[in-house]
């Protein structure tokens, strides 16, 4: 398992403040009817040479106050691919969309939750080219209030 800082994580649409209550850093969105959107840089954990790592799982303790969030969750996976880039010029770097479920409540809460988003084939993480980011939209109604906290990222043990 590995954490994720929050200041890697990547945020558009709305007004997001980074701050840190009690230890806990976190990333508040003030509340605006939009579908904010986090990214999630996911890197391997290893040696140089060691061909990386299945990527399983991503948490992310979350927490939507004052109004429900106005749609469902949803998040995106990407594996990226510069290898070929690096290898030829003019060509592009390749991106594949890994599918994902996630377990995301829509209600709102004083307390906090933990987003699951399952990689439905774990994802591979390889080589000093080979990234993952992981994308999450929140449809935030006019008064919802998205506080994130640190992800998780869950490896498949089995590869350690």
Do not use: H
């Not at 840190?20 to 003030?30: A, D, H, I, Q």
């Not at 986090?38 to 399983?56: A, M």
């Not at 690096?86 to 933990?114: E, Q, S, Y």
């Amino acid at each position: 398992m590995a954490k994720v800082a929050i200041g890697a994580v990547g945020t558009t649409t709305g007004t997001w403040t980074i701050t840190r209550t009690g230890g806990r850093p976190r990333t508040v969105k003030t509340a605006t009817a939009e579908t904010a959107t986090i990214s999630i840089p996911i890197v391997g954990l290893g040696l140089s040479g060691e061909l990386g790592n299945k990527v399983k799982q991503i948490k992310i303790p979350y927490r939507a106050t004052t109004a429900d969030l106005s749609g469902a969750i949803t998040s995106t996976l990407y594996q990226t691919n510069a290898n070929k880039a690096l290898a030829a010029a003019g060509v592009d770097i390749d991106t594949t969309t890994i599918p994902t479920t996630n377990d995301g409540v829509v209600t709102a809460a004083a307390t906090d939750r933990m987003l699951t988003i399952t990689v439905t084939n774990p994802a591979f993480t390889s080589g000093a080219l080979v990234g993952l980011v992981l994308d999450v939209a929140f449809p935030c109604a006019a008064s919802t209030v998205l506080t994130i906290y640190e992800p998780y990222v869950i490896f498949d043990a089995a590869d350690f």
